[in-house]
């Protein structure tokens, strides 16, 4: 009978065994989360073993672990949380609760235990102890395409305080059997929470590759915006300006500045600058002033972006700094990048920006940066090739009109002395219509007076020197005096194709200065009857007037004897006039 009712309590022990390991598994399968399934398995094996402390203990990678679930009695302490040292579980007993021991110690205190963990479990009360180890999957590897190896992941530890105990067979037993569903609910909650992570890391990739589609379709519709505008402008200020506050806008940067930049004098003279949103002048500055980018020149000179220190960049020695100071570079704090305002026929100026404190540039936008850059060098070499053939247009206009205007006769000739052009005035002097005189020479129009034209014409094209001449040229409107320049026009291989002359009517001219100088003639040859006649009249004057000065001094010195009043008056009278006499004859 005793053997019958030894064998009834087995069986009812191992139906309340299956029937707890039936609940606790179907427990563990409802939940995903890991504090929950170790709290529920701790919680669950303390009413199952009526023992007072049951702790799940995770390894870390380096030995040591944490006491990361705790259901114990509240007589004794608790030890959630806390972290103990590698050297407490010596590594052969990891190797063997690695192979599936489940270890057990009826008195911890006769127990051969490393000294920290005597320590542990004393200050713990635990008299009485089993531990089995929890064996996952190594979650490194199972994602590799590696199979999947198990290693240890953590104790499952159950204590008793009150006193030492007998642990029986099937709690032990017991512990193994829950430790195993256990370990696939762990392994199946860092399987979830890789792929939860793995869920946000893809979302995240997804929403940074939407946000960077965004922001590169904004940036594509800024950058069409601004071109357009640059396209547009109708100078290049208005360019530079368009270019510096588009960037700063679009990319939110602190400020910037753009310069022309000159080949002869090598210096950038900075034609706009934006200020910076705390209101300091430091590029605001600058505007105005020619900078110095000696550091820069060359790579900017091949298109290439260049960066300089900012200090270095916001205080440039000027053209007006003393030599000794330009090119001194401070201790740089930040680089700035220069963008060249560039094309292959060369440097036309920079573009400086500053981001202040925005993060780093991404590529595209020192892409878009760049193609805006080439925009404003295309378009401002647009500006010079356009106001250049304004004013070629202006000055051509104006020398056409010059020309039809003009009463001096201006005229083309080829090697065969044949007329390629000839304006309005030559065509009156010649009384043929331009397009008769195109093609024929001066012997065809002229006759035997083109001799004078003609030697002239051949003596240019044999000796490629200029001849400047006055002559007379018979025109079937009569004879007339011109004073011409006869000029050769090579081409490039040095052979001349060309004569130009320009002749100027002074027939005109030439008789007025006749008739001034015939005039002058007359004028002259009076002027000499005028100072012959003076001379004389000089001469025949003073003659008698010195015997009257003189013999009126001697009377009026007494020299011939006494004078009454009245004889001394006269005297005086008489010399006086003669004096004055002598005076207005000096004068004439």
């Known amino acids: 009978g005793s053997d019958r009712a030894k064998a009834e309590e087995q069986l009812q022990r191992q139906k309340e065994r299956e029937t707890f390991l039936r609940e606790i598994n179907g427990e563990i399968r409802a939940t995903l989360a890991l504090p929950a399934i ?74 051969l235990l490393a000294r920290c963990h005597h320590k542990m479990l004393d200050s713990l009360h635990a008299r009485s102890m089993m531990a089995v180890g929890i064996n996952c999957l190594d979650m490194g590897r199972s994602g590799s395409g590696a199979k999947a190896a198990k290693k240890i992941w953590g104790l499952l530890i159950v204590h008793h305080c009150k006193a030492p105990r007998m642990w029986t067979d099937d709690e032990r037993e017991l512990l193994q059997v829950v430790v195993n569903p256990m370990a696939i609910a762990i392994e199946q909650a860092y399987l979830v929470q890789n792929l939860q992570e793995r869920d946000r890391e893809l979302q995240e990739r997804i929403s940074q590759r939407t946000r960077d589609w965004e922001r590169a379709v904004q940036l594509e519709r800024d950058y069409r915006h601004w071109s357009e505008k640059i396209q547009n402008a109708p100078d290049e200020l208005t360019v530079l300006k368009t270019a510096v506050t588009g960037l700063v806008a679009t990319l939110g940067l602190s400020c910037g500045w753009a310069g022309l930049y000159d080949e002869e004098t090598q210096v950038f003279e900075v034609n706009c600058a934006t200020t910076p949103p705390d209101g300091s002048e430091t590029v605001g500055s600058l505007m105005g002033k020619k900078l110095f980018l000696n550091q820069c020149l060359e790579p900017l000179k091949r298109g290439e972006i260049c960066l300089m220190p900012y200090e270095l960049l916001t205080a440039e020695p000027t053209v007006d700094s003393p030599e000794k100071e330009r090119g001194r570079i401070p201790a740089s704090s930040q680089n700035i990048p220069v963008y060249p305002l ?205 015997a009257i000065l003189g013999f009126s001094s001697v009377l009026h010195q007494e020299a011939f004897g006494l004078l009454n009043p009245k004889q001394k008056e006269y005297i005086d009278r008489i010399y006086g006039s003669g004096q004055h006499l002598l005076e207005l004859i000096d004068d004439i």
């Open 38 to 111: 170790v709290d529920l398995v701790a919680k669950r094996l303390r009413s199952a073993l009526d023992a007072d402390r049951v702790v799940v203990y995770q390894l870390q990678k380096d030995g040591s672990g944490i006491c990361i679930a705790e259901e114990v009695n509240p007589l004794y302490p608790s030890v959630k949380g806390q972290s103990f040292s590698a050297d407490c579980i010596p590594p052969p007993y990891l190797e063997a609760y690695q192979n599936g021991r489940v270890w057990s110690a009826d008195d911890v205190r006769s127990e």
């Open 342 to 546: 560039w094309d292959k026929e060369g440097l036309i100026g920079a573009l400086c920006l500053f981001a202040g404190e925005r993060p780093e540039l991404a590529p595209e936008e020192v892409k878009a940066i760049e193609h805006l850059t080439r925009d404003c060098a295309q378009a401002i070499r647009t500006l010079r090739l356009a106001r250049q053939e304004h004013f070629s247009r202006v000055s051509a206009e104006y020398f056409r009109s010059f020309l039809q205007q003009s009463t001096d006769i201006f005229a083309e000739y080829d090697p065969q002395l044949r007329y390629l052009s000839i304006n309005p005035a030559g065509a009156r002097f010649l009384q043929h219509p331009e397009a008769e005189i195109i093609g024929h020479t001066n012997q065809e129009l002229l006759g035997e007076g083109a001799e004078a034209i003609e030697s002239l014409l051949r003596q240019v094209l044999e000796s490629g020197e200029a001849i400047a001449v006055a002559h007379s040229i018979s025109y079937p409107a009569g004879t007339r005096t011109f004073d011409s320049t006869y000029t050769p026009i090579a081409d490039a291989n040095g052979t001349i194709r060309r004569v130009i002359s320009v002749s100027k009517d002074i027939t005109e001219i030439r008789l007025h200065y006749q008739q001034l100088q015939a005039h002058n003639e007359e004028l002259t040859a009076i002027n000499r009857m005028k100072e012959e006649f003076i001379a004389t009249t000089s001469h025949e004057l003073r003659t008698p007037l010195t």
